[in-house]
Structures are given as structure tokens and as C-alpha cells.
């Protein structure tokens, strides 16, 4: 089994910027790929970025372009979403997943990802 455990969200103010974090552990973590995605009150969550373990290859949704970058820390099994300018339309539960090597389907799709971290919040008031 493999546990995610996320840190970093809070409540900031508009144009501030946050650092989650995502911390994988377990015997069984083998993983190609771990992603962010979000969800806020009253809709579907979303994919925000993605990065391969090998080669850190990243990509974003369009909402997260130009402010968000994620990284990985290989020797730490961890993985980062620095959210810079934040806007009150940030605001949601942030999750964080990793799937398990040989899984197939894109990195934009939840169904690609095995684990899942609890969800952290994050506020952004006007």
C-alpha cells in the first residue's frame, strides 16, 4: 500500500503564493507519474499539473500556466505545487496522486492515478 501525505494549504490573501507538498511512502510505491487536482464547492475536481518521476516532464492546466510549477524531490518520494499569484478562484481541496508503474491513460485524468492524498485546503480571499 502506498500513503500520501499532503502539507502546505491555509488561507492567503490574493496575489500571495503557497507551496504544497506531497510526501509518498509504502513498500509497494513504484510510480511513473504524480499529479495535482483540485476541487472546489459545487464542482467536478480538476487536474492542475502533472510531472513523470523520470525525466520530471511537467504539464498544467491552462488555470495553473505561468503560476503554478510542479517539482519532485526523487530521494524524498516528494512532490511540490508552488502556487504563485493566487486569485480567489484558487480556492479548493487540493489532492494530490500517484499512480503505479505500468498504468496507462493520460496524466490529465484521474482515472490514471492509483493513490490519493486526503485533499488539503486552500483558501484565497479578495
Known amino acids: 500500500q502506498v500513503q500520501l501525505v499532503e502539507s502546505g494549504g491555509g488561507v492567503v490573501q490574493a496575489g500571495d503564493s503557497l507551496r504544497l507538498s506531497c510526501a509518498a511512502s509504502g513498500r509497494s510505491f513504484d510510480s511513473a507519474a504524480a499529479g495535482w487536482f483540485r476541487q472546489a464547492p459545487g464542482r467536478e475536481r480538476e487536474f492542475v499539473a502533472s510531472?513523470?518521476?523520470?525525466?520530471?516532464?511537467?504539464d498544467y492546466a491552462d488555470s495553473a500556466k505561468g503560476r503554478f510549477t510542479i517539482s519532485i524531490n526523487k530521494a524524498k518520494n516528494t512532490v511540490y505545487l508552488q502556487m504563485n499569484s493566487l486569485k480567489p478562484e484558487d480556492t479548493a481541496v487540493y489532492y494530490c496522486a500517484v499512480d503505479r508503474r505500468g498504468s496507462v491513460g493520460r496524466l490529465t485524468s484521474q482515472d490514471r492515478y492509483m493513490y490519493w492524498g486526503q485533499g488539503i485546503q486552500v483558501t484565497v480571499s479578495s
Open positions: 510531472i513523470t518521476w523520470i525525466g520530471a516532464n511537467a
